[in-house]
């Protein structure tokens, strides 16, 4: 007997959440060992377009061991107070638990009625902005702007290495591109820290995507892994003659900080052509708010940010910072590169969930080569 026609499609049935998810909370501002590992009822989307994802991995960032001694408490509690708002709580500025981490990739369980980029069941990779809950737990709310379809030739672990580093390096060189000058084969720019994870995600993009020619400054030991991702002269900073191989360019249309110089990357400014840029991705501003308050600290990095370009604009140089920005757009860039094999992940090591306040102890040593990631458990 020839079976019954069934209807051609089903409705997906959204996939049943546990009454308890893990998570790592931040209870005070004590560095990691501050964080606790508990059981807390999963996230509940409360806006049209968020996402909730079942975490298969996460990375750590610096930024995740600085926020947990307080950096950026300022200006990100003021943002937590505007956000809890709007989405109807009256939870304080600095209200703990609060939850770190900002890259991950994992499976979407759940959307608001607003999101039409990815559905339940697909496999995603983003971050979150720090101002908002992240993703060491093993689920967490995005933004659908803040994320998009994982690359499929890497797995879970090697896509959670990019996200917040690769729109870290994106953004920084995108905005260098826009004035004056696009850049292109016969760019010439220089990374430094370029044995890092963001270093090491922008020399790629650089050399490969963009096609300049690349200086990498890092560590001795990191000289392989900068010439393997590009980089056609690799500097090394302890050395001593430096300076004198600084000297020794030719005149770069970029110069891109990624090893947190701060002030001190206003120096190299004198290695640019007329029309060049330095974009330094360690800005004052959290720093400065913390200590002085939201409006004096803002003012006084934007005093410090004149101060460091009044000798560099008669040339038409600039001297400016990169952010970090959330974007399904240069997600989905970085996703065709990867698939291109045009970009790698940076992963070097990897910490199981129950481990986490190991990882962060590894990144607080600084110096690291790549990025640190958790891989989630069951």
Known sequence: MSPKFLPTSFPLRPPVLPSLSRCYQLLSLNGPSSLSLVEAP????TRPGQVLVKVKAASVNPLDVMMSRGYGREVLGNLRSVQSVLGGSDL?????????GRDFSGEVVSIGKGVTSVGVGDSVWGATFPSTQGSHQQHCLADQGSLATKPHNISHVEAASLPYAGLTAWAAITQAGSVNRELGQCSRVMVVGAGGGVGGIATQLLARYYQCEVVGVAAEDAHPAVTGNGAIIVLD?????????LAALPPLDLVLDCAGLGQAAAKLARLLRPGGRVVSLTSPVLANTDQAGLLAGTMLSLSSLAQMNCSTMSKG???????????????????????????APPVTTL????????????????????????????
């Open 42 to 45: 999963p996230p509940v989307i």
């Open 92 to 100: 304080g500025q600095n209200t703990f638990p609060l939850v770190l």
């Open 237 to 245: 900073y302890t050395h001593s003659d430096y300076q004198d191989q």
């Open 317 to 343: 140089n600039l001297v400016t910072w990169g952010f970090f920005s959330p974007s399904t757009a240069a997600l989905n860039k970085l996703s065709y590169l990867v698939e291109g094999n045009l970009l």
């Open 351 to 378: 910490y199981n969930f129950d481990n986490i306040e190991e990882a962060y102890m590894e990144v607080e040593k600084g110096h690291g080569r790549g990025k640190v990631v958790v891989e989630m458990t069951d």
